[in-house]
């Protein structure tokens, strides 16, 4: 049975900063990756950030999200995290981690919220 069970959110000022971790477990996405995807209220589910898990490769979401965030992942741990960086409102969401053994984004976490207070 795979997996995905995140950790690091929290309640967070302007400004601050964030790390959220997701264990993956069940199996490994040497295929595919993980990454991480956030639901506002109110908004759409919205796509943060990826990683290829053999080569690593990153790609990021729409905005300021690549100055401001930083997806990496550690193989031996079977964990990728999420570095969030001068936190705004507006990123706060609940954010899930996911994982795709190929190209489908097929397996979700249970998502962990965080708060961006003004």
């Known amino acids: 049975q795979v997996q995905l069970v995140e950790s690091g959110g929290g309640l967070v000022q302007t400004g601050g900063a964030l790390r959220l971790s997701c264990a993956a477990s069940g199996r490994t996405f040497s295929g595919g990756g993980l990454g991480w995807f956030r639901r506002a209220p109110g908004k759409a589910r919205e796509f943060v950030a990826g990683i290829t898990w053999t080569l690593g490769d990153t790609s990021y979401g729409t905005g300021d999200m690549k100055a401001r965030f930083t997806i990496s992942r550690d193989i031996a741990k079977n964990t990728v995290y999420l570095q969030m960086n001068s936190l705004k409102p507006e990123d706060t969401a609940i954010y899930y981690c996911?994982?795709?053994?190929?190209?489908?984004?097929?397996?979700w976490g249970q998502g962990t919220q965080v708060t961006v207070s003004s």
């Open positions: 996911a994982g795709r053994a190929t190209t489908t984004w097929s397996y």
